[in-house]
């Protein structure tokens, strides 16, 4: 079992930075990938950034240069970085793991955060 909690959520106006924290606890958080996904109301749960258990990082073309998704193994966090917010990054953000590779499936994802809110106004 693998449980994450995510933080860090808030609202913010257009222009504005959000640091997400995703603090795992379970199996070897060194052999996981954790990525993070959002989802806003209506949407489907979309993929933003994810790092692999080898530091190796992906982001989603929307939010490249924007976000840096970041890891510390002493700390089991994982950290998720939002600069220059706009208003269409709204939405509830979750973390979730997988072992080794980070995937833009939110389906291959066995563990999930219950989520927090990200509110960007503009």
């Known amino acids: 079992q693998v449980q994450l909690v995510e933080s860090g959520g808030g609202l913010v106006q257009a222009g504005d930075s959000l640091r997400l924290s995703c603090a795992a606890s379970?199996?070897?958080?060194?052999?996981?990938?954790v990525s993070w996904f959002r989802q806003a109301p209506g949407k489907e749960r979309e993929f933003v950034a994810g790092?692999?258990?080898?530091?190796?990082?992906a982001y989603a073309d929307s939010v490249k240069g924007r976000f840096t998704i970041s890891r510390d193994n002493a700390k089991i966090t994982v950290y998720l970085q939002m600069n220059s917010l706009k208003p269409e990054d709204t939405g509830v953000y979750y973390c979730?793991?997988?072992?080794?590779?980070?995937?833009?499936?939110?389906?291959?994802?066995?563990?999930w955060g219950v989520g927090t809110q990200v509110t960007v106004s503009s």
């Open positions: 979730g793991s997988r072992y080794f590779s980070v995937s833009s499936s939110a389906s291959t994802y066995g563990y």
């Open positions: 379970g199996r070897t958080f060194s052999n996981l990938a």
């Open positions: 790092i692999s258990s080898g530091a190796i990082t």
